[in-house]
């Protein structure tokens, strides 16, 4: 693994590819030098972790939120698991409690589409189901825990739309008549699995479907015969581990392009080959080798090294730190790049999967407490990284869930049974 000062390979012929990943890597090592100790070492221990000025960034998203973020009007839910997530991750103190937490939660009911099922992207009257906010909703009140959290999920519904955003190719729809991707699938089974509504019509076909998005790289593509991705290679792994399927991929391939992922010049993942650095990597590819390791230790083919053997944590750790901290909060895709809630919310993902124990059963990998190496005196939450939320708040919603009875479907959404065969 290169250091933060060894520049990449040029092969002396100048594309804007490489042009721009020379002005990264030199933006990267000049944050980087003004860390380094006199032998050349990075000095970590100077680094501090600034949780309560990323603590302060984050409640104040739950206010009202600068022009630029108009954008995100369509996807308010995002914003409430973004911003969750993070304080939840950054210890008890700072996580939604209270009235703070009772807002959230009512906001999302406004949320929940009437009859239709699923959540839209915002509260405003005719805005439809979509499965990316519903997942972004569901997650947020499985972090908040509370019963009236809880309570806010209308099961009945979701069930009714999951099932029909469900193709028969074993995809899914993100709406009515939406694109189909691996992040239906992922959403789906993700929300489904948490509200114990993952019945065999839901798992139908989803696994077969999803190894034909496997590339020639070994990454995962949103779609079969589309570009490995970062994103889509992480929803479709962790599909892959809640339908109990791993086998299905090619996982040595899988394996080496996302090793291969990892930049050598400042430890920061990129998304797809020739691509930048960018910090929220940090999770989407980062978070999918403890789902790896899991899988490697089922076949007998993990490293003797373990998960620390496949890509170097204390690489990403740095880069996290240095390059990526904002000393005023929050924190960013790379230097000369603002803070955004999004970058804020997988970084920190990233760095608490990075830092935590590894742990063989994938339905809770990476999910001890994070204790990273003695130069990063984090001491964040842990993360189940199959559904990015807290390890704690997905066992209470798991055990709420599991005593639900299933509720039962309108016959229009019933799969056809067989005729009888006369003896």
Request: glycine content about 10%; charged content about 20%.
């Amino acid at each position: 693994m290169a250091t933060f000062w060894e520049s990449t390979y040029d092969d002396g012929l100048p594309t804007h590819s490489t042009n721009e990943q020379l002005k990264t890597e030199d933006a990267c090592r000049a944050v980087f030098e003004e860390w380094i100790n006199p032998d050349g070492s990075l000095s970590r221990e100077s680094v501090s972790f600034c949780r309560t000025e990323h603590a302060a960034y984050l409640k104040a998203g739950l206010g009202s939120l600068a022009a630029g973020y108009v954008s995100l009007d369509a996807s308010r839910p995002w914003l409430t698991y973004w911003i969750s997530h993070s304080l939840e991750l950054l210890g008890p103190s700072h996580a939604l409690r209270g009235d703070e937490a009772d807002n959230v939660v009512g906001f999302l009911r406004r949320c929940q589409v009437p009859g239709t099922g699923g959540f839209a992207g915002g509260a405003h009257p005719g805005q439809i189901a979509h499965l990316a906010p519903t997942y972004a909703a569901i997650n947020t009140l499985v972090t908040i825990g509370t019963p009236a959290a809880l309570a806010a999920i209308d099961r009945a519904s979701l069930r009714v739309f999951l099932r029909r955003m469900k193709r028969p190719d074993g995809s899914f729809s993100m709406h009515d008549d939406g694109e189909c991707d691996v992040r239906g699938v992922y959403t789906a089974l993700a929300v489904a699995s948490l509200t114990n509504l993952l019945d065999d019509e839901l798992r139908r076909g989803a696994a077969e479907w999803i190894a034909s998005c496997q590339t020639y790289e070994g990454g995962i593509g949103a779609t079969p015969g589309e570009e490995a991705h970062g994103g889509y290679t992480f929803c479709g792994l962790a599909s892959m581990v809640l339908l109990d399927r791993v086998e299905l991929l090619r996982v040595p391939p899988l394996t080496r392009w996302l090793v291969e992922r990892q930049m050598g010049v400042h430890g920061g993942f990129q998304g797809r080959t020739n691509k930048l650095v960018d910090g929220c990597y940090s999770f989407w590819q980062g978070g999918a080798f403890p789902l790896l390791e899991a899988a490697l230790t089922r076949t007998a083919e993990l490293p003797s090294g373990g998960i620390a053997s496949l890509f170097s944590t204390d690489g990403l750790l740095d880069y996290l730190f240095v390059c990526c901290q904002q000393s005023n909060g929050g924190l960013r895709d790379k230097p000369g790049r603002g803070r955004d809630y999004y970058h804020t919310c997988y970084c920190l993902s990233g760095l608490a999967v990075a830092a935590a124990e590894p742990e063989p059963d994938p339905a809770t990998a990476g999910t001890r407490p994070a204790t990273s190496p003695a130069h990063w005196k984090t001491a964040l939450g842990f993360v189940n990284p199959v559904y990015n939320v807290s390890a704690p708040k997905v066992e209470a919603a798991l055990e709420w869930s599991r005593e639900l009875p299933l509720p039962p479907l309108p016959s229009s959404l019933m799969r056809p049974q067989p005729a009888p065969t006369l003896a």
